[in-house]
């Protein structure tokens, strides 16, 4: 591949306006219950797509919203958050071996 191929074309052109992710993993990335997150598409603070029974909520006003809320203290519940999950994997593992 040439250098002026690289220079042109962008790494990735993909649209990040059409990315979505569960509600569930929505709620994991912004430290809230999936009820919670449904508040919030109901209320109009997170733009989401019904599929079938499932809501998607974009990335876009998922990293947005995370933007505009997120402060420290969230930031340190997080940190507990992801703590906790690596101490149950780990509670996990002695169980399973």
């Known amino acids: 591949m040439d250098e002026d191929a690289l220079d042109s074309e ?12 569960p509600v569930p993993v929505a709620a994991s990335l912004l430290c809230l219950s999936p ?11 997170l733009a989401a797509d019904q599929r079938g029974k499932f809501r998607f909520v974009t990335l876009t006003s998922l990293f947005a919203y995370r933007r505009r ?15 906790d999950a690596e101490a149950l994997d780990q509670a996990g593992d002695q169980l399973a071996g």
């Open 35 to 45: 009820y919670t997150v449904g508040q919030l598409i109901e209320g109009g603070h």
């Open 10 to 21: 962008p790494l990735w052109s993909g649209a990040w306006e059409e990315m979505t992710v």
């Open 69 to 83: 809320h997120w402060s420290p203290e969230r930031a340190a519940q997080y940190t507990v958050a992801l703590d």
